[in-house]
């Protein structure tokens, strides 16, 4: 049974982490609209420490915990090295620490002292209101289009909240709903060879993989270092690159996307950035009713555009304001943006971001000064792109329920009838 002992722990730890219920407890990301916690340990199961990493996203409505499942014969340790937790038991040792790149994620860092015996690790995992999609090779036709997906991103797993995420004015802030990313491990002996693990995940029965090539344990040097490598970004980008412009063509590429509630448009916004050098890109974003009858006719219901600047590989977030358009509760809409070819004397290509998730993307080359309205195009793709709209919510649908009762089943508030109440906590 192992317990944290906090007088051996450094100075470093203990000024990043609480500790909580016999687990170091963080709040990575602080902002209100869009809060990141993380768990070392398991603060429900106090009474033994475990090796395990937890991440929650805006005030734990979504979160994803994975846990080392050992049968490792010894005696357990926590201790700390620098800045990083640590776990040892038996041949194996698991570091936990905190990644500063971007927005931000997490290491769970598994060190082999020795051969195992098996060249499977095995986690398991417990979510809440997340999904995970898995990012294939790219076949021949998406390079061709001009898609990239980084080596890290070929087998790994883009996470998003199950449930749809709407970003209304002043709440908080989903952007496209990723609550993460589970990149493909990269493990290394100690002379420095490395190799591709391959990861897998199996939602049913709550388990995830990691596995080691068998022919790189027989010949490895040990220690092995990132022997799971399970990095855990917290980045709301999505990992895959699709193009709006190129040196050839202005290519407009759109994601689908219905919003939970009615309401008036605010603004548009996605993340990309350019490939290849820097500069000012005239860009245009519109949203299109997704045409519902076969027609692939889909009507234009908003556009925006702005010359913005991209700088080369540096990612941003470019917002457009909207005209208070109205939109509607349940019906789908694609969200697209194009960049202007005539600019690229700047650069390769400007990209924004997306992952493979079994959803609707649409792409198309058009050109920049009269592109389609309406938009009429059939082929998709399975993407989902880093873009959203950010929208003021009708009043009708500004509150769904009170004190976790549905609205319409509520008669009263605080001794008035319903009919009578304006507001609650400022909402229609």
């Avoid at 391959?198 to 049913?204: A, P, R, S």
């Avoid at 917290?234 to 590429?253: E, H, Q």
């Avoid at 950010?390 to 649908?397: D, H, K, L, P, V």
Wanted: charged fraction near 20%.
């Amino acid at each position: 049974m192992a317990i944290i002992n906090q007088n051996i722990l450094d100075a470093q730890v203990l000024q990043k982490y609480s500790l909580v219920n016999n687990a170091f407890v963080k709040v990575a990301k602080d902002n209100p609209k869009d809060k990141v916690e993380v768990e070392i340990g398991d603060t429900k199961q106090p009474d033994i420490f475990f090796p395990q990493v937890k991440i929650q996203r805006w005030d734990n409505e979504s979160n994803v915990s994975i846990r080392l499942l050992d049968n490792q014969i010894g005696q357990e340790n926590i201790k700390s090295e620098n800045d990083q937790i640590v776990w040892e038991k038996g041949n194996i040792k698991a570091n936990f620490y905190e990644l500063i790149e971007g927005e931000g994620g997490y290491e769970f860092n598994i060190t082999l002292k020795e051969k195992p015996l098996s060249n499977v690790l095995q986690f398991s995992l417990q979510i809440k209101d997340a999904i995970f999609y898995y990012q294939k090779p790219l076949t021949n036709e998406e390079i061709d289009q001009g898609v990239s997906r980084p080596q890290n991103v070929i087998g790994s797993y883009a996470v998003y909240a199950k449930t749809s995420k709407d970003n209304i004015v002043g709440g908080k802030e989903y952007k496209c709903g990723k609550i993460g990313h589970i990149y493909r491990p990269r493990i290394e002996d100690a002379t420095g060879d490395w190799v591709w693990g391959e990861l897998h995940i199996d939602e049913q029965t709550g388990i995830l993989t990691v596995t080691i090539p068998q022919n790189f344990l027989d010949n490895a040097t040990y220690p092995i270092k990132h022997a799971a490598g399970l990095t855990f970004g917290y980045s709301t980008d999505g990992a895959n690159s699709l193009v709006i412009s190129d040196t050839t063509a202005s290519k407009r590429t759109g994601s689908v996307y219905s919003p939970a509630s009615s309401g008036t448009c605010d603004s548009l916004s996605f993340r990309g950035n350019m490939n290849g050098g820097t500069g000012t890109v005239s860009t245009k974003v519109f949203i299109n009713t997704k045409d519902s009858g076969g027609s692939g006719t889909h009507a234009q219901v908003a556009t925006a555009s702005g010359d913005k600047e991209y700088t080369f590989l540096e990612n941003r977030t470019y917002t457009f304001t909207l005209g208070s358009e109205s939109i509607v509760a349940s019906t789908d809409y694609i969200l697209s943006a194009i960049g202007d070819t005539a600019d690229m004397g700047k650069g390769t290509q400007v990209l924004i971001f997306a992952d493979t998730t079994g959803g609707t993307t649409y792409q198309e080359s058009q050109t920049y000064s009269s592109p389609e309205s309406p938009w009429v195009y059939n082929t998709t793709s399975t993407y989902k792109m880093t873009i959203y709209v950010t929208y003021t919510a009708s009043a009708s649908s500004a509150i769904k329920s009170i004190n976790g009762l549905a609205k319409a089943s509520v008669k009263s508030v605080n001794g008035l009838a319903i009919a009578s109440v304006k507001s609650i906590n400022g909402l229609a």
